[in-house]
């Protein structure tokens, strides 16, 4: 099997979707990080695998992939190993909206609204509270919206199996549990956060930890 090169530093929720996506299909890959504090993701190398010079970006076989979702579906259908995109077509499109809900809306209102803000914030005077709880609102949309289209059978978003939403939700939501905000807004939301319970253990999660090393 010609192993597939994950370009993009380990700390990237969406690299970490990727990386998630390789782990639980149990592919061999090697990972490439980019050093984004010098700019390497704007470099030449770099935007020849990624014209908007953003991360990640898959090497594969003679192919370049950019963009998470598509990197995903690139992966299921290259790889064996167990099915990331549903068979069936009403899991399929469920999916799908709960991986788009997160590209489209929860990386705006969570990851820039919350947890950026928290990454960038001074260390006296803390985040910046008003961007923090302007976000909330939008993200008990994004939140709401995905229990209404996850399923109830089963462990992961889709009920039996792991799938493209879990994947794409779970880098996200690893950051999240650690905000003091996490407790109040999850209890909110009990399915969501029964979700996270049940997956929150996984080895492709340990495996992909920034905290833990893992770059
Ligand atoms: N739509 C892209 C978004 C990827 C993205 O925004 N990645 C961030 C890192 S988490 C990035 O490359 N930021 C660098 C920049 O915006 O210049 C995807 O789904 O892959």
């Known amino acids: 099997m010609i192993k597939p090169i994950v370009y993009g530093p ?20 090697d990972h490439v990080s980019l050093d984004m504090s ?11 695998r990624h014209p908007f010079g953003r ?8 192919q370049i992939v950019y963009e998470t979702d598509a990197i995903i579906r690139y992966v299921d259908e290259a790889f064996p190993g167990p099915k990331l995109v549903p068979g069936n077509l009403g899991a399929r499109t469920r999916s799908h909206q709960i991986a788009l ?41 994004g939140f709401a919206a995905i229990e209404k289209l996850m399923d109830n059978g089963g462990p992961f978003l889709m009920g039996d199996a792991i799938s493209i939403a879990d994947l794409t939700l779970m880098p996200l939501m690893a950051y999240f549990a650690q905000t ?9 939301y009990p399915r969501l956060a029964a979700w996270w319970q049940s997956v929150a253990q996984r080895k492709s999660l340990a495996n992909t930890d920034p905290a833990s090393g893992a770059r």
Do not use: C
């Open 10 to 29: 380990g700390f990237s929720p969406y690299v970490r979707m990727v990386r998630l996506a390789l782990e639980e299909k149990g592919v061999p890959y």
């Open 38 to 48: 010098t700019g390497e993701h704007k470099a030449s190398a770099h935007l020849a």
């Open 55 to 62: 991360v990640p970006a898959l090497a594969h076989d003679g």
């Open 101 to 141: 809900i997160t590209h489209n809306y929860l990386s705006e209102s969570l990851l820039h609204g919350i947890l950026l803000t928290y990454y960038v914030a001074d260390k006296e005077k803390g985040p910046d509270r008003a961007k923090i709880d302007a976000a909330i609102p939008e993200v008990e949309i």
């Open 180 to 188: 003091p905000e996490s407790a109040v807004l999850l209890s909110k």
